[in-house]
T-cell receptor
Framework: AQSVTQLGSHVSVSEGALVLLRCNYSSSVPPYLFWYVQYPNQGLQLLLKYTSAATLVKGINGFEAEFKKSETSFHLTKPSAHMSDAAEYFCAVRPFGNEKLTFGTGTRLTIIP | KAGVTQTPRYLIKTRGQQVTLSCSPISGHRSVSWYQQTPGQGLQFLFEYFSETQRNKGNFPGRFSGRQFSNSRSEMNVSTLELGDSALYLC?????????????FGPGTRLTVL
């Protein structure tokens, strides 16, 4: 079965600092990987997705993630945090040909002014 | 293009009652998935419908059921509500099953069971 582990349920960074949110996956074959963001009282919005086309994936709002097969990781980064980035972030995995997303437990990102 | 809509947005029920939640996918989307989000269990997959057929099902008791109509709109039903069913229920739609398919999420229905 596929799964994802997000290290750190809460991360705080200063405005303008690097954002690094960690995600490790467990899968017998390289899966499809996703990062979603959830703002308070809202649904999930897709930030970016890995579908084997390129290991470095650029998403919306300046976020990017790098797929590292040797480390089974898909960490999310942003060079400079903005106050509007404060939200909860979820890493998710999806097997081929299946719509079922398996989510990590989420990381709440706080931006310090 | 309108996004995924879910109705109602908020719902309060008492134990033992039943509830029906509705999801209207993005126009042209044929796949609808449902997820339950709770502080304790996080986001968990309930089921997925495609062209009125349930294709995938998560690990939930039979009290949770769903269906999809010919216009791709979907409903999920929870019978004999328990306190633990209090959650945010999210619906997601996608055009069709596929490797590069993206799921678009609605704002959710927040169910409170008293």
């Amino acid at each position: 079965a596929q799964s994802v582990t997000q290290l750190g349920s809460h991360v705080s960074v200063s405005e303008g600092a690097l954002v690094l949110l960690r995600c490790n996956y467990s899968s017998s074959v390289p899966p499809y990987l996703f990062w979603y963001v959830q703002y308070p009282n809202q649904g999930l919005q897709l930030l970016l997705k890995y579908t084997s086309a390129a290991t470095l994936v650029k998403g919306i709002n300046g976020f990017e993630a790098e797929f590292k097969k040797s480390e089974t990781s898909f960490h999310l980064t942003k060079p400079s945090a903005h106050m509007s980035d404060a939200a909860e972030y979820f890493c998710a995995v999806r097997p081929f040909g299946n719509e079922k997303l398996t989510f990590g437990t989420g990381t709440r990102l706080t931006i310090i002014p | 293009k309108a996004g995924v809509t879910q109705t109602p947005r908020y719902l309060i029920k008492t134990r033992g009652q039943q509830v029906t939640l509705s999801c209207s996918p993005i126009s042209g989307h044929r796949s609808v998935s449902w997820y339950q989000q709770t502080p304790g269990q996080g986001l968990q997959f309930l089921f997925e419908y495609f062209s009125e057929t349930q294709r995938n099902k998560g690990n939930f008791p039979g009290r949770f059921s769903g269906r999809q109509f010919s216009n791709s709109r979907s409903e999920m039903n929870v019978s004999t509500l328990e306190l633990g069913d209090s959650a945010l229920y999210l619906c997601a739609s996608s055009f069709q099953a596929g490797d590069y398919n993206e799921q678009f999420f609605g704002p959710g229905t927040r169910l409170t069971v008293l």
